[in-house]
């Protein structure tokens, strides 16, 4: 079954600390992964993308994701977070070859406190 | 990136009327455009998927006559939610694609049904 996971509802952490946010996914086939912030109220915003290449991929805002294949991760870093960064995250895949739609993690609601 | 903007933000209904939110792709034209819905606090549902000239695929669950997709140019789609009551209240999201790997997103629209 094709399925994403983030394993983390919830991540409260300091200013100017770092973070990751976890993100697993199930597929047999190959896949397409993406990073978005929601802040309240708003529409998604693309952080960074994995398509192909490079597994280490740079996004907005200073995040960085490495693809993992072998562990089937694609988790998101920040070296030191802002309260800016407080908002809502969600690892979304698309799983090739089937139909166009993305599927979405449950999200992780980072909370930086100062 | 591209943008797409969504219309209205915000809107209030009352029980039994019906309501449509536009979805436009403003400087790129969209083969594909998705509609979600998303819960407090919970991720985005995928409702349907449209091609632009052709009928919407909805998903499992989704009723049709109810939630009415149209997407007659490659820059406009739209949702009427039909007979609108209390529990179709939420926070809808469009997305629109003209490449085969990254989709842009709206910033949504509450919905509120009295």
Known sequence: AQSVTQLDSQVPVFEEAPVELRCNYSSSVSVYLFWYVQYPNQGLQLLLKYLSGSTLVKGINGFEAEFNKSQTSFHLRKPSVHISDTAEYFCAVRFQGGSEKLVFGKGTKLTVNP | ?114
């Open chain 2, 1 to 114: 990136g591209a943008v797409v903007s969504q219309h209205p933000s915000r809107v209030i209904c009352k029980s039994g009327t019906s309501v449509k939110i536009e979805c436009r792709s403003l400087d790129f034209q969209a083969t594909t455009m998705f509609w979600y819905r998303q819960f407090p606090k919970q991720s985005l549902m995928l409702m349907a998927t449209s091609n632009e000239g052709s009928k919407a695929t909805y998903e499992q669950g989704v009723e049709k006559d109810k939630f009415l997709i149209n997407h007659a140019s490659l820059t406009l789609s739209t949702l009427t939610v039909t007979s609108a009551h209390p529990e179709d209240s939420s926070f809808y999201i469009c997305s629109a694609r003209w490449s085969d790997t990254e989709a842009f997103f709206g910033q949504g629209t509450r919905l509120t049904v009295v």
